[in-house]
Nanobody, 127 residues
Framework: QVQLVESGGGLVQTGGSLRLSCAASGRIFSDYALGWFRQAPGKERELVSAISSGGSTYYADSLKGRFTISRDNAKNTVYLQMNSLKPEDTGVYYC?????????????????????WGQGTQVTVSS
């Protein structure tokens, strides 16, 4: 199984930016589709963004234009650039990976479609 470690969370003011990173090890990174999920206090975990093994992307409707997902296969890392942050963006952000194949356009949008998860990184946006 691939091991995932998130980093880059922290405390920011409304309107600020953060870049989350998820570093992977244990398997060829290009064989995996990836996703970012988040869980706000008292809320269910929800999809933020997903990227296929070939680089196709998907964003939750409410986040389009503010968040950007990208991957760097040479660094075995997936990123989530978060701009114009709002208090409702507060939560624990998780990276997830699913073994698939390299060069695919398929994105996975449901928690149950991912088998590998990081431990999460806290993002707090203050008013």
């Amino acid at each position: 199984q691939v091991q995932l470690v998130e980093s880059g969370g922290g405390l920011v003011q409304t309107g600020g930016s953060l870049r989350l990173s998820c570093a992977a090890s244990g398997r060829i990174f290009s064989d995996y589709a990836l996703g970012w999920f988040r869980q706000a206090p008292g809320k269910e975990r929800e999809l933020v963004s997903a990227i296929s093994s070939g680089g196709s992307t998907y964003y939750a409707d409410s986040l389009k234009g503010r968040f950007t997902i990208s991957r760097d296969n040479a660094k075995n890392t997936v990123y989530l650039q978060m701009n114009s942050l709002k208090p409702e963006d507060t939560g624990v952000y998780y990276c997830a990976a699913r073994y698939w194949r390299s060069g695919s356009t398929i994105v996975f949008l449901r928690e149950g479609e991912y088998a590998c998860w990081g431990q999460g990184t806290q993002v707090t946006v203050s008013s």
